[in-house]
């Protein structure tokens, strides 16, 4: 069983940036990857970014490429998602799930809001 959660959301302004923690406990060697996925509402989940949890390889959507990255840190288990030069557009509930045999895992989901 791996559980996930999340935190570092906020109001931030245009521009401004935000740092979001995904902490996972549990069967941590059953996790072959973490992403990252964010959602409106009314409207599906949307791909954000993912890392392979051996290798660390990195995967962005079109949308954040150059403003996002994605990190690990082995030693707590924990991915993090650095958001800079955020816009009105980044307003959405994040989510990170662990790519995993059987079901994914999904965290809590925490809201950015992005506004002046």
């Known amino acids: 069983q791996v559980h996930l959660v999340e935190s570092g959301g906020g109001l931030v302004q245009p521009g401004g940036s935000l740092r979001l923690s995904c902490a996972a406990s549990?069967?941590?060697?059953?996790?072959?990857?973490m992403h990252w996925n964010r959602q409106t509402p009314g409207a599906e989940r949307e791909f954000v970014a993912s890392?392979?949890?051996?290798?660390?390889?990195?995967t962005y959507a079109d949308s954040v490429k150059g403003r996002f990255t994605i990190s690990k840190y082995a030693a707590t288990n924990t991915v993090y998602l650095q958001m800079n030069n955020l816009k009105p557009e980044d307003t959405a509930v994040y989510y990170c799930?662990?790519?995993?045999?059987?079901?994914?895992?999904w965290g809590q989901g925490t809201q950015v809001t992005v506004s002046s």
């Open positions: 799930y662990a790519v995993i045999p059987g079901p994914d895992v």
């Open positions: 549990g069967s941590i060697s059953s996790i072959n990857a």
């Open positions: 890392i392979s949890w051996s290798g660390g390889s990195t």
